[in-house]
């Protein structure tokens, strides 16, 4: 069974006058099968950790592990990292100009897979995936990103998700900017996924909206660069209810 | 991106320079690049043409027109020493193949024959010694009303040694043709091409410059678009040590259109280098301008100078002009220079832009992210790049060929 294990993670970014911490120390483990909320106001270092994961050139790790059934992640490139089984849906996917949706899903699956998909079961394998998501069969002609309203971007994402299948997914605020409509669709497309139970899922959101659609096993409140209380769904009402105004004014944040 | 838009009886001249220099520059455009004060276009425009050589001073690399070329690589075209050479025995030879579909003929011609010169006339010392040294001229005809099926193709390969060479392709009113000008091979080159447009004839124009790595091409392409005729050049250079071509577009008549299409590859030490002119000087006449280039190694070094000017009596004209660039490593440098000079508020759009960028971080991050290794995500951004070009040539043979050259270069050069 996978598992993703992260102890005592410290990351910095370079900002004017040196590097800032933004990451003091996380530690969490996410099974296979499990889902993992993460919760917490604007600043807490919640994406940074997202991106940390996957790799992102921006961040550097200071101290603290990271382990894929006991393979160092930290040690891997970003393609590796995902090749191993990590996955980030992005808040903000980048275009990729004169890069054909379709052209971009194969290489990526080549990628992971390690091996080029038989084409006639690839192509029936994306269209129901692209229907599922109920995205227009013309999408996949259209290049990366390009010109993709919020919720196309999203629902991409996901496609992306339910045909490279990881073992570990990190979903970084996939509900932002979603109409009600959009959300229902994309958090079905993650239950799918989810339903497999081959998934460990980290689900970094600010809102507790996407949690009626995608019930969590365990959540997490992160201020401050670390987890400062975890609880199941019930916690989630919580923060629902009261907000995160304790957790920034009980001093765990800046 | 710069826009220059004009404004109702204004006259504007519009200049930017974009230099990037190696490591650093994200992008450079407009507020990033330098504003120069440069000798006006119509005052290049107005360069006195001619047939002699002797009429240009030799130039030494500090004219507006010359100051980005390396002038000791031009293996002596500008100065008199390649046609001394040529003229002592040194004069190489080309294994030209013509394929013509039917009803298209191929003629050669001495420099006395009427249709030299109609659509230009040599604007710098090169030009004009290649036309004062040339032997004999190939004027392949496409008759009136001859739509053909078949690109016409001309595939020159130099076999070392100085040459020069004239070329007329004549489109005759109302056909309809595709014209392929392939080089391959090396020597040290210097020629113009003519293109003429009849009245309502369409000509696509695609000229590769696929030379070994050591050949100098210097080539003036002169095109007359007839009334209601329409041009597409597309001009691809890959190859070479130093080339330098200048498409010229005139237009003989009201509502003619010119799509300039342009797409090169930069490797360490090469200089690639296009400079046109368009002189929209009759009315409701239409212009489109995308050149691409990629850059990589030390000293890949492309310039291209996009030059547009509309004269007070080209009322209607809509013009756009765009250069982008991807610089793939350090140590290479771009030289983008949109001109924009408008001398009549009464048309229907002018603009220009210039983009030079390296590797998008976050395009790679995010290619990588979905497990797709450094290298290849590199060669899909670069493939995407010209893609978008490519599509536009609209012929599908010359597109595959074309894409199957950009991914031999990107196999070799892009890892």
New interface residues.
Partial sequence: MATLEIRDLHVSVDAEGGPREILRGVDLTVKQGETHAIMGPNGSGKSTLAYSL????KYTVTSGSVLLDGENVLEM???E???AGV??A?QY???????SVS??LR??AT??RGEAPKLRTWVKEVKEAMAALQMDPAFAER?VNEGFSGGEKKRHEIL?LEL?KPKIAILDETDSGLDVDALRIVSEGINRVRSTGEVGTLLVTHYTRILRYIQPDYVHVFAGGRIVESGGAELADKLENEGYEAYVKGGASE | MADVQNTSGATTAGSIEVGTTGAGAQLAGPGTGRATVQQPIDARVAVKPSFDVNDFPVPHGREEDWRFTPMHRLGGLHDGTAASTAARGGEGTDKVELALPDGVTAETVGRDDARLGKAGTPVDRVAAQAFSAFEQALVVTVPAETVLTEPVKIDVHAEGGVRFAHVVIDVKPFAEAVVVLNHTGTGTRAANVELLVGDGAKLTFVSVQDWERDAVHVAQQSALVGRDASLKSVIVTFGGDLVRIHPRVRYAGPGGEAELYGLYFADAGQHLEHRLIIDHDTPHCRSNVVYKGALQGQDAHAVWVGDVLIRAAAEGTDTYEHNRNLVLTDGARVDSIPNLEIETGEIVGAGHASATGRFDDEQLFYLQARGIPADEARRLVVRGFFAELVQQIGVAEIQDHLMEKIEAELEANVG
Wanted: no cysteine; aromatic share 6%.
């Fill in positions: 996957a790799g992102h050139p490139t970003v393609d990292r995902a090749r996955f980030l992005m996917p980048v275009e990729v100009p004169g890069v052209n971009f290489t990526a990628a992971v290049n992306q490279l």
